[in-house]
DNA sequence: ATATTTATATAATTTTTTTATAAATATTAA
DNA sequence: TTAATATTTATAAAAAAATTATATAAATAT
């Protein structure tokens, strides 16, 4: 339960509608307001994004077009927000990858329905707990665990963590990781992600050598 | 771990491929190969029964019938087994109070996990009474004992209390915890949630430290 | 009237980032 | 290859920033 929404709506009002409802069912929240951005966002985040919500009718860039640019290298899950009586461009859409429609007026529960079930379908069996040689992350209570006891992580040092071990053995480059675990615009260089790392180390114990150096990269989670 | 599952299919090889994967994890099984069985079964013991398995596709009675009759005095979860494609009757589903949709072919692991995800979340909530270290809500008194002794809780302060307690071992982030105590959206950042969570942690005495702050995040009940 | 809820201000605490230096690793020249 | 040099990362400690706890006051509801 981390899923990442994208939600895509020009309206500001619709996106907080949208984003109060799914924020209640515990899902993450990004948004653009129009087609650019999402498209500038999906690239920045496209690995956490598990779901976008677009709305059809956009300034600069429309629905039809970021739905395009995102299927040239994507499958994530799409969900188009119509006006009514767009309905005849929908068989349109399917073919270019839509995953569900909803058109506005609509209602939240609708809304909320869909999403999870959409997600169900494509998450598949998501568990909430993993292990990964005593190491065990409980995302629901954002603890970790190892061998079985507790261990006390910042939020940036849990973050950091999930964040290696939901890719384990990816190298990931220092870059990649300020993108993803810290926010889009981070001026900040330095040792920033060194010192989390020394930590998370430290308090995994033993366990720390699992995260291995990539001299002139970054980091990598890696069990052997 | 008493409890009983009843599985609704008019495959036979079905039916016997899902009981032996839950019996294997220790629950009871009743079968029922049509829909008219399964309201029969049901109708007879109806207070053992805590879940059903229901196949949409059924001669007699299919299984959409059998869940608007189930659901005119039950909430017993019903699970339902769909044959892939027919997605777009899953919003209708929900309406009617479907918890859960497998599409089959399944994995045996998946069925099982969504059982007990199931199965902890209502069985877990029916509970009238509850009791974790010495807290006790009283739910139809709405009232909070700690160790014996009533405790005075003013109406946010008992539900932000029973909100967390329901969720235990769950991190709930202030937003969430804002739409689901104060069921509107809120503007302006106040320490509303903190002023209420000191006072809930005083009145708890010893037992206040239940309440863990998830800094950055929100707070969690969690009794260890 | 009284109790409850929310707002505000400040203190206390924790986290995050920066900084400086040491250590490790890689590169280059002899 | 070895030694010198450069680059990169590790580490610790200090500084800065962010978050939460708490007390009290104000607003609101009962």
């Known amino acids: 339960m981390n899923e990442y929404i994208l939600i895509v709506d020009d309206e500001s009002r619709m996106r907080k509608l949208i984003k109060d409802f799914l924020v209640a069912k515990g899902y993450n929240i990004l ?9 500038q966002i999906f690239e920045e985040k496209a690995d956490k994004i598990n ?26 899950p799409i969900i188009m927000l119509t006006a009514r009586g767009e309905e005849q461009d929908e068989l349109f859409g399917f073919e270019l990858g839509v995953d569900e429609y909803i058109s506005k007026p609509f209602s939240p529960k609708i809304l909320v329905a869909r999403v999870e079930a959409i997600l169900k379908r494509t998450q598949g069996n998501n568990e909430k707990r993993k292990n990964y040689d005593g190491i065990e992350i409980d995302k629901e209570g954002r603890t970790v665990t190892v061998d079985g006891k507790a261990i006390e992580l910042s939020l940036r040092e849990y973050e950091l963590l999930v964040y290696l071990i939901e890719n384990e053995n990816i190298a990931l480059s220092r870059d990649k990781i300020l993108m993803n675990v810290w926010n889009f615009d981070y001026y900040g260089d330095s040792r920033t992600i060194d010192s989390h790392i020394k930590k998370i180390r430290h308090k ?3 366990k720390g050598k699992y995260i291995k150096t990539m001299r002139g990269v970054g980091y990598k989670f890696e069990v052997k």
């Open 31 to 39: 948004e653009a307001e129009d087609g650019e951005q999402a498209l």
């Open 204 to 206: 995994l114990g033993k």
């Open 51 to 76: 779901l976008i919500l677009l709305d059809v009718m956009m300034p600069k860039l429309d629905g039809w077009s970021v739905l395009r640019q995102i299927r040239q290298n994507s499958k994530v």
